[in-house]
Protein backbone atom coordinates (compact mmCIF):
# COMPACT_ATOMS: atom_id res chain seq x y z
CA UNK A 1 0.00 0.00 0.00
CA UNK A 2 2.90 2.49 0.83
CA UNK A 3 4.34 1.80 -2.98
CA UNK A 4 1.50 2.45 -4.44
CA UNK A 5 0.98 6.03 -2.47
CA UNK A 6 4.54 6.87 -3.53
CA UNK A 7 4.11 5.92 -7.15
CA UNK A 8 0.95 8.11 -7.18
CA UNK A 9 2.51 10.95 -5.65
CA UNK A 10 5.98 10.52 -8.35
CA UNK A 11 3.30 10.26 -11.01
CA UNK A 12 2.94 14.16 -10.27
CA UNK A 13 6.37 15.10 -10.23
CA UNK A 14 8.83 15.36 -13.24
CA UNK A 15 11.03 13.03 -14.89
CA UNK A 16 14.20 13.63 -13.13
CA UNK A 17 12.50 13.08 -9.75
CA UNK A 18 11.42 10.11 -10.75
CA UNK A 19 14.79 9.41 -11.84
CA UNK A 20 16.39 9.77 -8.44
CA UNK A 21 13.47 8.32 -6.71
CA UNK A 22 12.72 5.06 -8.34
CA UNK A 23 9.29 3.83 -8.66
CA UNK A 24 7.80 0.45 -7.41
CA UNK A 25 6.16 0.36 -10.62
CA UNK A 26 6.34 1.97 -13.81
CA UNK A 27 2.50 0.96 -14.75
CA UNK A 28 1.24 2.40 -11.56
CA UNK A 29 3.00 5.30 -12.24
CA UNK A 30 1.25 6.14 -15.51
CA UNK A 31 -2.13 4.62 -14.46
CA UNK A 32 -2.32 7.25 -11.34
CA UNK A 33 -0.90 9.94 -14.16
CA UNK A 34 -3.80 9.16 -16.39
CA UNK A 35 -6.79 8.77 -14.09
CA UNK A 36 -5.54 11.79 -11.43
CA UNK A 37 -5.11 13.69 -14.59
CA UNK A 38 -8.90 12.70 -15.33
CA UNK A 39 -10.05 13.43 -12.06
CA UNK A 40 -8.38 17.24 -12.38
CA UNK A 41 -9.77 17.77 -15.40
CA UNK A 42 -12.86 17.17 -14.06
CA UNK A 43 -12.94 18.49 -10.09
CA UNK A 44 -11.17 21.98 -12.31
CA UNK A 45 -14.29 22.52 -14.74
CA UNK A 46 -16.86 21.38 -11.91
CA UNK A 47 -15.45 24.14 -9.84
CA UNK A 48 -14.78 27.15 -13.04
CA UNK A 49 -18.66 26.07 -13.93
CA UNK A 50 -20.20 26.78 -10.51
CA UNK A 51 -18.38 29.80 -10.36
CA UNK A 52 -19.60 31.05 -13.62
CA UNK A 53 -22.95 30.65 -12.55
CA UNK A 54 -22.33 32.10 -9.74
CA UNK A 55 -20.44 35.46 -11.39
CA UNK A 56 -23.46 35.33 -13.92
CA UNK A 57 -26.48 35.28 -11.31
CA UNK A 58 -24.52 38.06 -9.33
CA UNK A 59 -23.69 40.14 -12.46
CA UNK A 60 -27.25 39.06 -13.72
CA UNK A 61 -28.99 41.00 -10.40
CA UNK A 62 -26.67 43.89 -10.33
CA UNK A 63 -26.71 44.62 -14.16
CA UNK A 64 -30.73 43.68 -14.56
CA UNK A 65 -32.41 47.46 -14.50
CA UNK A 66 -29.77 48.47 -16.56
CA UNK A 67 -30.21 45.87 -20.04
CA UNK A 68 -33.75 44.99 -19.35
CA UNK A 69 -34.88 47.59 -22.37
CA UNK A 70 -31.66 46.55 -24.29
CA UNK A 71 -31.60 44.36 -27.99
CA UNK A 72 -30.40 41.13 -28.21
CA UNK A 73 -26.97 42.37 -29.83
CA UNK A 74 -26.88 44.50 -26.68
CA UNK A 75 -27.25 41.51 -23.86
CA UNK A 76 -25.02 39.40 -26.12
CA UNK A 77 -22.34 42.48 -25.73
CA UNK A 78 -22.53 42.81 -22.19
CA UNK A 79 -22.31 38.71 -21.36
CA UNK A 80 -19.21 38.68 -23.47
CA UNK A 81 -17.98 41.26 -21.03
CA UNK A 82 -19.19 39.45 -17.68
CA UNK A 83 -17.40 36.54 -19.34
CA UNK A 84 -14.09 38.08 -20.06
CA UNK A 85 -14.73 40.22 -16.58
CA UNK A 86 -15.05 36.51 -15.30
CA UNK A 87 -12.12 34.81 -17.26
CA UNK A 88 -9.61 37.32 -16.06
CA UNK A 89 -10.35 36.63 -12.10
CA UNK A 90 -7.10 34.47 -11.12
CA UNK A 91 -8.92 32.57 -9.40
CA UNK A 92 -10.62 31.59 -12.68
CA UNK A 93 -7.40 31.16 -14.50
CA UNK A 94 -5.96 29.15 -12.33
CA UNK A 95 -9.06 26.77 -12.19
CA UNK A 96 -8.75 26.73 -16.06
CA UNK A 97 -5.08 25.89 -16.32
CA UNK A 98 -5.58 23.15 -13.90
CA UNK A 99 -8.47 21.61 -16.40
CA UNK A 100 -6.20 22.01 -19.20
CA UNK A 101 -3.48 20.13 -17.41
CA UNK A 102 -5.45 17.67 -16.36
CA UNK A 103 -7.01 16.91 -20.01
CA UNK A 104 -3.09 17.28 -21.28
CA UNK A 105 -1.99 14.58 -18.32
CA UNK A 106 -5.04 12.27 -18.90
CA UNK A 107 -4.98 12.26 -22.72
CA UNK A 108 -0.76 11.76 -22.37
CA UNK A 109 -1.12 8.92 -20.11
CA UNK A 110 -4.06 7.45 -22.00
CA UNK A 111 -3.19 8.04 -25.95
CA UNK A 112 0.59 7.86 -25.68
CA UNK A 113 1.21 6.18 -22.56
CA UNK A 114 3.43 9.54 -21.55
CA UNK A 115 3.76 10.55 -17.74
CA UNK A 116 2.87 14.18 -17.66
CA UNK A 117 3.89 16.08 -14.51
CA UNK A 118 2.05 18.72 -12.46
CA UNK A 119 3.28 21.94 -13.03
CA UNK A 120 3.28 23.09 -9.58
CA UNK A 121 5.00 20.29 -8.31
CA UNK A 122 7.50 20.92 -11.02
CA UNK A 123 7.66 24.74 -9.93
CA UNK A 124 8.32 23.27 -6.53
CA UNK A 125 11.37 21.09 -7.25
CA UNK A 126 12.91 23.77 -9.19
CA UNK A 127 12.53 26.14 -6.66
CA UNK A 128 14.00 24.02 -4.02
CA UNK A 129 16.95 22.84 -6.21
CA UNK A 130 17.68 25.68 -6.73
CA UNK A 131 17.92 27.27 -2.86
CA UNK A 132 19.94 23.90 -2.46
CA UNK A 133 22.65 25.02 -4.67
CA UNK A 134 22.25 28.66 -3.47
CA UNK A 135 22.78 27.35 0.24
CA UNK A 136 25.72 25.09 -0.57
CA UNK A 137 27.57 27.94 -2.89
CA UNK A 138 27.45 29.91 0.55
CA UNK A 139 28.87 27.32 2.57
CA UNK A 140 31.61 26.39 0.47
CA UNK A 141 35.25 27.38 1.14
CA UNK A 142 36.53 30.17 -1.44
CA UNK A 143 38.92 28.75 -4.02
CA UNK A 144 42.43 29.01 -2.35
CA UNK A 145 44.56 31.85 -4.02
CA UNK A 146 46.98 31.53 -6.12
CA UNK A 147 50.94 31.56 -5.95
CA UNK A 148 52.93 33.55 -8.14
CA UNK A 149 56.77 34.60 -8.17
CA UNK A 150 58.53 36.07 -10.60
CA UNK A 151 61.45 34.00 -11.70
CA UNK A 152 65.07 35.53 -12.55
CA UNK A 153 64.73 35.55 -16.20
CA UNK A 154 62.02 37.38 -16.08
CA UNK A 155 59.07 34.51 -16.25
CA UNK A 156 56.72 34.10 -14.24
CA UNK A 157 55.05 30.96 -12.16
CA UNK A 158 51.36 30.58 -11.42
CA UNK A 159 50.36 27.95 -9.30
CA UNK A 160 46.17 27.87 -9.30
CA UNK A 161 44.29 25.57 -7.43
CA UNK A 162 41.38 25.98 -10.69
CA UNK A 163 42.46 25.80 -14.23
CA UNK A 164 42.67 29.05 -16.09
CA UNK A 165 39.82 29.21 -18.54
CA UNK A 166 41.22 30.16 -22.11
CA UNK A 167 45.04 29.90 -21.09
CA UNK A 168 46.87 28.21 -23.95
CA UNK A 169 49.95 28.99 -25.99
CA UNK A 170 47.67 31.62 -28.63
CA UNK A 171 46.52 33.97 -25.13
CA UNK A 172 48.34 36.63 -24.05
CA UNK A 173 48.02 37.58 -20.63
CA UNK A 174 48.58 40.86 -19.17
CA UNK A 175 50.73 41.57 -15.72
CA UNK A 176 51.46 45.13 -14.99
CA UNK A 177 51.59 46.61 -18.09
CA UNK A 178 53.52 43.91 -19.63
CA UNK A 179 52.95 40.96 -21.78
CA UNK A 180 52.88 37.60 -21.28
CA UNK A 181 52.25 34.38 -23.14
CA UNK A 182 51.93 30.71 -21.52
CA UNK A 183 55.03 28.75 -21.97
CA UNK A 184 54.35 25.81 -19.96
CA UNK A 185 51.15 24.16 -17.91
CA UNK A 186 51.81 21.48 -15.27
CA UNK A 187 49.75 19.69 -13.13
CA UNK A 188 51.78 19.29 -9.59
CA UNK A 189 50.56 19.58 -5.80
CA UNK A 190 49.51 21.42 -3.48
CA UNK A 191 47.74 23.75 -6.60
CA UNK A 192 46.24 21.74 -9.09
CA UNK A 193 47.73 23.87 -12.11
CA UNK A 194 51.27 25.58 -12.51
CA UNK A 195 51.67 27.77 -15.26
CA UNK A 196 55.12 29.39 -16.94
CA UNK A 197 54.62 32.74 -18.66
CA UNK A 198 57.56 33.92 -20.54
CA UNK A 199 57.47 38.10 -21.86
CA UNK A 200 55.55 37.82 -24.95
CA UNK A 201 57.51 37.81 -28.13
CA UNK A 202 57.96 41.28 -30.13
CA UNK A 203 55.23 41.99 -32.98
CA UNK A 204 53.14 39.09 -31.32
CA UNK A 205 49.65 38.93 -32.93
CA UNK A 206 46.95 39.71 -30.23
CA UNK A 207 44.61 36.21 -31.06
CA UNK A 208 43.14 36.17 -27.29
CA UNK A 209 44.10 38.82 -24.32
CA UNK A 210 43.02 38.36 -20.71
CA UNK A 211 44.66 40.75 -17.60
CA UNK A 212 46.03 39.05 -14.70
CA UNK A 213 45.90 41.12 -11.03
CA UNK A 214 49.41 41.56 -10.75
CA UNK A 215 48.74 42.08 -6.41
CA UNK A 216 48.77 37.90 -6.41
CA UNK A 217 52.85 38.85 -7.02
CA UNK A 218 52.70 41.62 -4.39
CA UNK A 219 51.14 39.25 -2.43
CA UNK A 220 53.67 36.48 -2.85
CA UNK A 221 57.07 38.73 -2.54
CA UNK A 222 55.26 39.77 0.83
CA UNK A 223 54.90 37.04 2.38
CA UNK A 224 58.45 35.81 1.26
CA UNK A 225 60.06 38.85 2.74
CA UNK A 226 58.06 38.36 6.13
CA UNK A 227 59.28 34.88 6.20
CA UNK A 228 62.68 35.70 5.27
CA UNK A 229 62.47 38.58 8.23
CA UNK A 230 61.03 35.93 11.14
Keep these: MHNIFRDFLLSFCPARIRRQRR ?19 LLAALLLL ?50 IEGLVRFVGGFAVGEIVPNMLASVYFKLADSASRSFARRRSTPPAPDIAERLADGRIRIASASQKAGWNSSI ?42 AAALDATKAAAADADRS
Design 23 to 41: PGSQLTVLRSATWSGLAQL
Design 172 to 213: TVGIGGKWFEVESEVQAPPRAFVYVLRPASPGKVLRGYQEYD
Design 50 to 99: ARLKSHFVLRAQQLGPRIAGSNETGQAIIAVIVFVDFLIHPLSLLLLYLA
